[in-house]
């Protein structure tokens, strides 16, 4: 059912790939701004609730980036084939950056407030939606096509090890740069963790974003010095973005086991984004310790989410069981879910987050590598600006209606309901050929 290859070739080859510059480059790069991105993460449901005690504003804010974002990943996508997905990088990293320094000063003056943070939002959906597409498309041009699998472990694996140490780490710092404990510090009296307040207030979140804009500058720094040897074959110069986009869409349609997971994914993702997102923070905060616990169980997933990156380099599924066994996968992760309303200690959350992490860490480098394998390189930024599509261009409605539910019937009817939904929906999806047999070679329909 899994092919493991665990022998010694094996995993030198794998580790080999550090020896390849533009990817050790890519490498180092990409943790660096997640490192900062984690700042942004986990300060801003706080930073919203310092602002207001309105839960549903959560998911209202991380909503409104989630829309030009959704209306724009094609385009971005688009572009990302027409030009490169390394300067779409370049350039969305560096508005980022801009966008992020000028949100960071109106922090720290407290002079922003629920509106601004809209608009700030809003600005990161659109950069995002040039960006994401580009982050996603480059790794098929730095190495080879048989490398891709051992690539997508290794940068999966050690970004999500970042996930799993930065947000406890960040968690904390962040309170620590708060204006008591800081105070403190800065007097020679370093407080207490337990001593440290329930939520940060405007000064530690300002602090947290400017280390966030330090990281990102930083970040750029190996992403200038990338070298593409070869560029993919360009879309015709002349034929209009539509026309590109246009294309991009006939060749996911025409390829029946890409369409029907693309399908699958947009109906989950709507379902289970929106819960992570939102509810997750509201559990920590209304169950739990707060935000030590939110980023201790955040932290708690991304371990989790390491051993399962670093497992699919070494175990895959066979081709031919590739749909059956990705499809078990979520169903367990549907009963992971429902577990997670259940919640009541650090301890009990932390198992089961670990759990959780593993299967998607598992099941996220699986799949990436099936797409990058099976997409021609001249349509790879517009198929992945349709994954990401499929996995966020309904999270502004999935997040808002978190917020109402979450206010309506609370959080833990909220996990409850998704978790059945979650366990379900994989059976039906079963129920499709190209779904069960999405590992085998590409098929084009008419």
Do not use: C, H
Not at 244 to 262: E, K, N, P
């Amino acid at each position: 059912m899994i092919n493991v290859l665990l022998n010694k070739n094996k995993l030198k080859q794998r580790f080999n790939l550090f020896r390849n510059r533009n990817f050790r480059l890519l490498w180092f790069g990409s943790l660096v701004a997640m490192m900062g991105d984690f700042f942004l993460f986990v300060g801003m449901p706080f930073l919203i609730m310092n602002l207001t005690e309105d839960r549903a504003t959560i998911g209202g804010v991380l909503a409104v980036a989630g829309i030009p974002r959704a209306l724009l990943l094609l385009f971005g996508g688009a572009l990302s084939d027409r030009f490169s997905p390394l300067l779409m990088m370049k350039v969305s990293r560096v508005a980022f950056m801009l966008l992020l320094l000028l949100m960071t000063t109106l922090i720290l003056n407290e002079s922003i407030s629920i509106a601004g943070l809209y608009v700030f939002s809003g600005l990161m959906g659109v950069i995002g939606a040039f960006g994401m597409p580009a982050s996603m498309a480059i790794l098929p041009l730095l190495v080879k096509r048989e490398e891709l699998a051992p690539a997508n472990a290794i940068t999966g694996s050690t970004s999500q090890l970042i996930s799993a140490l930065a947000p406890a780490l960040v968690g904390i710092a962040v309170l620590y740069l708060s204006t008591e404990p800081f105070k403190a510090i800065l007097l020679g009296s370093w407080p207490a963790i337990e001593d440290l307040p329930r939520r940060a207030d405007m000064q530690g979140i300002g602090l947290a974003y400017a280390i966030d804009v330090l990281l990102i500058i930083v970040s750029m720094i190996p992403l200038w010095l990338i070298k593409l040897e070869t560029e993919p074959k360009q879309p015709n110069q002349t034929d209009s973005i539509m026309t590109s986009i246009q294309d991009g869409f006939s060749y996911v349609w025409q390829d029946a086991s890409l369409r029907a997971f693309i399908i699958y994914m947009t109906i989950t993702t709507f379902v289970s984004m929106g819960p992570q997102m939102v509810g997750m923070p509201v559990l920590a905060d209304d169950n739990l310790n707060g935000m030590r616990s939110f980023g201790v169980l955040m932290s708690a997933q991304g371990l989790g989410a390491v051993f399962g990156s670093l497992l699919a380099a070494f175990a895959t599924p066979a081709a031919s069981l590739l749909g059956p066994v990705v499809m078990t996968l979520a169903i367990v992760r549907g009963f992971g879910t429902l577990l997670i309303a259940a919640i009541t200690s650090d301890q009990q959350g932390i198992l089961l987050m670990t759990t959780m992490g593993i299967l998607t860490g598992y099941s996220s480098i699986v799949f990436m590598t099936w797409v990058q394998k099976r997409v021609s390189l001249e349509y790879i930024g517009r198929v992945m600006s349709l994954v990401m599509l499929a996995v966020m261009g309904l999270q502004p409605l999935s997040q808002g209606f978190s917020g109402w539910f979450i206010d309506f019937a609370g959080v833990t009817t909220l996990f409850i309901s998704i978790g059945f939904f979650m366990i379900i929906t994989p059976f039906f999806a079963l129920l499709s050929a190209d779904i069960r047999n999405m590992g085998e070679p590409r098929k084009t329909q008419q």
